[in-house]
């Protein structure tokens, strides 16, 4: 059975940083992930994209992490983010989803607290 299993979430004061980790556990090539991503949900708010990444190395940003977060896969089944400059307003439950042979998966979340 697929699982997105994801580490690296914690409280850490504005300006800092963080690296979430999300690998993709189960009986699959890499080949097979067609896209991988980060998604947040913030209390009271639409869960919307921070991150995507496609399988040639492509990747976009919301504009409101650009230039601070950056997103990278391995060569495996593992998709990164690393978070520099951390605001306030980044506080959310991160969400790791890959679209694998076109089924979308989503890992169980991990929170993102930043302390002003």
């Known amino acids: 059975q697929v699982q997105l299993v994801e580490s690296g979430g914690g409280l850490v004061q504005a300006g800092g940083s963080l690296t979430l980790s999300c690998e993709v556990s189960?009986?699959?090539?890499?080949?097979?992930?067609?896209?991988m991503a980060w998604y947040r949900q913030a209390p009271g708010k639409q869960r919307e994209l921070v991150a995507g990444i496609i399988s040639d190395g492509t990747t976009n940003y919301a504009d409101s992490v650009k230039g601070r977060f950056t997103i990278s896969r391995d060569n495996a089944n593992s998709v990164y983010l690393q978070m520099n400059s951390l605001k306030f307003e980044d506080t959310a439950v991160y969400y790791c989803?890959?679209?694998?042979?076109?089924?979308?998966?989503w890992g169980q979340g991990t929170q993102v607290t930043v302390s002003s």
């Open positions: 989803h890959a679209v694998i042979f076109g089924s979308p998966k």
């Open positions: 189960g009986r699959i090539s890499s080949s097979m992930i067609n896209f």
